[in-house]
């Protein structure tokens, strides 16, 4: 089985930024890749933005580029999300996810161990 735990989120004004973790543990994969969903009450999961874990290559969604950063840190295990220029709209619960044997995918239906989430609030 894998385990993801999220943490950093919080309260923070229109204009701040926030870092979010996402600690992996417990089985691994040759490929895959790991991705950040937002979700507001009464919507579906949305996709935020992906990293694939072998080579690094990135993908956002429109609505997050030039102002989110999605990297990994190979030894921890740990996927990180820097958020800057946040915006009132950027609220949401956060989850990570994985996608085994995937490269970059932008789709729900492909990932399949998910973190527990953390929320994130932006006042404006």
């Known amino acids: 089985q894998v385990q993801l735990v999220e943490s950093g989120g919080g309260l923070v004004q229109a204009g701040g930024s926030l870092r979010l973790s996402c600690a992996a543990s417990?089985?691994?994969?040759?490929?895959?890749?790991m991705g950040w969903f937002r979700q507001t009450p009464g919507k579906e999961r949305d996709f935020v933005t992906a990293?694939?874990?072998?080579?690094?290559?990135?993908y956002y969604a429109d609505s997050v580029k030039g102002r989110f950063t999605i990297s990994r840190d190979n030894a921890k295990n740990t996927v990180y999300l820097h958020m800057s220029s946040l915006r009132p709209e950027d609220t949401g619960v956060y989850f990570c996810?994985?996608?085994?044997?995937?490269?970059?995918?932008?789709?729900?239906?492909?990932?399949?161990?998910w973190g527990q989430g953390t929320q994130v609030t932006v006042s404006s």
């Open positions: 996810a994985i996608a085994p044997l995937r490269v970059g995918s932008r789709c729900l239906n492909d990932y399949d161990y």
């Open positions: 417990g089985r691994t994969f040759s490929v895959y890749t």
């Open positions: 990293i694939r874990w072998s080579g690094g290559s990135t």
